[in-house]
């Protein structure tokens, strides 16, 4: 991916425009970049809409490709949805002491949060309890998340009773009774924001310093 984008920005007719246009208007092409580096992160999102990251999950020596999705088959059926498809389930990144995380790519995106609603559940049994689901975030969702943590880290800090939540790059602190959220701007830093609309579709990450 990160070829193809590379690519594209060398040769493509627009990449020649913000280059005339740098000569002329420092400003316009700063701005052309922000607009361009969001449309390069909605690929990227888009690309990966339906995909899963499974954690967890044993990984034995002998554990070949054509294991794995026995393994992610027999999770399904515990979750009660033993009919979703998937194109492909496989295992990325090098071997160590960790099982590899899993990655799984469904066919349909309301399949996603069917399987996200009740991977709770997992955790009431204790052969599952280790095995955790998350959508799969691009490299800028996971800077801002890994940002949000932080801050909701030093909250808890401050009030250990402190609870928080990080979902769609959104925090949601609770402390003595009183919620708060919190999002990452375009600056990359965390910023209080008002309580989102569930009703809303998913937020789109902003564009920011961070890069792929």
């Known amino acids: 991916m990160d070829f193809l984008i590379s690519q594209f920005m060398e040769w493509s007719p627009i990449w020649n425009k913000f280059k005339d246009m740098a000569e002329i208007d420092p400003v316009a092409v700063s701005e052309k970049f922000l607009t361009l580096d ?3 992160e909605k690929l990227k999102k888009d690309h990966i809409e339906t995909n899963i990251i499974i954690s967890g999950i044993e ?4 554990e070949t490709p054509s294991d794995v999705p026995n393994k992610v088959e027999f999770i ?4 009660g949805l033993p009919t979703i498809q998937y194109s492909h ?8 002491s960790q099982p590899r995380l899993i990655r799984v790519k469904l066919l349909k995106e309301m399949d996603k949060y069917s399987i996200l609603a009740k ?9 599952f309890k280790n095995i955790f689901i998350n959508p799969e975030l691009t490299k800028l969702e996971r800077t801002q998340e890994g940002k949000l943590r932080e801050e ?5 800090k401050d009030t250990p009773s402190t ?18 959220f919190y999002a990452v701007n375009e600056e990359d830093i965390v910023m209080e924001i008002q309580a989102p609309n569930n009703s809303a579709p998913k937020p789109t990450p902003q564009s920011s310093k961070a890069t792929n």
Not at 59 to 62: F, G, L, V
Not at 89 to 96: L, T
Not at 152 to 156: E, L, S
Not at 170 to 177: A, D, L, P, S
């Open 38 to 40: 969001a449309e390069i």
């Open 59 to 62: 990984e034995k020596s002998n």
């Open 76 to 79: 399904l059926q515990k979750l």
């Open 89 to 96: 389930c496989r295992r990325f990144g090098n071997k160590g």
């Open 119 to 127: 991977k709770a559940a997992l955790r009431e049994d204790p052969l």
């Open 152 to 156: 909701g880290k030093k909250f808890r």
């Open 163 to 180: 609870k928080f939540q990080i979902r769609n790059g959104v925090m949601k602190v609770t402390t003595n009774g009183k919620t708060k």
